[in-house]
């Protein structure tokens, strides 16, 4: 069984500042990892995807994400934040025959001027 | 670029008729897949097809069922429409080759209400 945990629903950052948006995985098999982003209105877009190579990922639009077995997590990073960046984020975790992604609940990122 | 289209970008129904959500994906993915969003609750998956006539059950199956008879089409049937089903549909296609990692393609989505 496979499940994700994103701590906190809401996080708001100042233009410019560090953004850390968190993610928990629990997973039976070697996960893959995944970070998506929902703008307005819109689906899902695969902002960075980790497939048991390097473990630190880099992704779109300059954000990252470091894959720590030790500590089950995979939490999102970009130094400076920018207007754009405003939307939902989902981590999710897959692993397994079945190709099925175990989403979390979602991170609305705020960015304040 | 993987493009995955959905019918209608938002719907609005009365309670108790039949609703068909319709999906195309252009890559020849063999996964596609079904999922509503809630606020608060992210994505819940309520079915997937991992071959032509072939699904199975996600983790949200009860009130809907769905049909795939050709590799590039999945459609979501509502068969009686009730409020409670008022949600974002999303629909997903993905890759199950050696080298697949998993990533699934995600449509624009469509915001179905339910009056």
């Known amino acids: 069984a496979q499940s994700v945990t994103q701590l906190g629903s809401h996080v708001s950052v100042s233009e410019g500042a560090l953004v850390l948006l968190r993610c928990n995985y629990s997973?039976?098999?070697?996960?893959?990892l995944f970070w998506y982003v929902q703008y307005p209105n819109q689906g899902l877009q695969l902002l960075l995807k980790y497939t048991s190579a390097a473990t630190l990922v880099k992704g779109i639009n300059g954000f990252e994400a470091e894959f720590k077995k030790s500590e089950t997590s995979f939490h999102l990073t970009k130094p400076s934040a920018h207007m754009s960046d405003a939307a939902e984020y989902f981590c999710?975790?897959?692993?397994?025959?079945?190709?099925?992604?175990?989403f979390g609940k979602g991170t609305l990122l705020t960015v304040n001027p | 670029d993987v493009k995955v289209t959905q019918s209608s970008r938002y719907l609005v129904k009365r309670t108790g008729e039949k609703v068909f959500l319709e999906c195309v994906q252009d890559?020849?993915?063999?996964?596609m897949f079904w999922y509503r969003q809630d606020p608060g609750l992210g994505l819940r998956l309520i079915y997937f097809?991992?071959?032509?006539?072939?699904?199975e059950k996600g983790d949200i199956p009860e009130g809907y069922s769905v049909s795939r008879e050709k590799k590039e089409r999945f459609s979501l049937i509502l068969e009686s429409a009730s409020t409670n089903q008022t949600s974002m549909y999303l629909c997903?296609?993905?890759?199950?080759?050696?080298?697949?990692?998993?990533?699934?393609?995600f449509g624009p989505g469509t915001r179905l209400t339910v009056l």
């Open positions: 997903a296609s993905g890759s199950t080759g050696a080298y697949s990692t998993d990533t699934q393609y």
């Open positions: 890559m020849d993915h063999e996964n």
């Open positions: 999710a975790v897959s692993g397994g025959s079945n190709y099925k992604l175990t």
């Open positions: 997973s039976s098999v070697p996960p893959y």
């Open positions: 097809s991992y071959d032509v006539k072939m699904k």
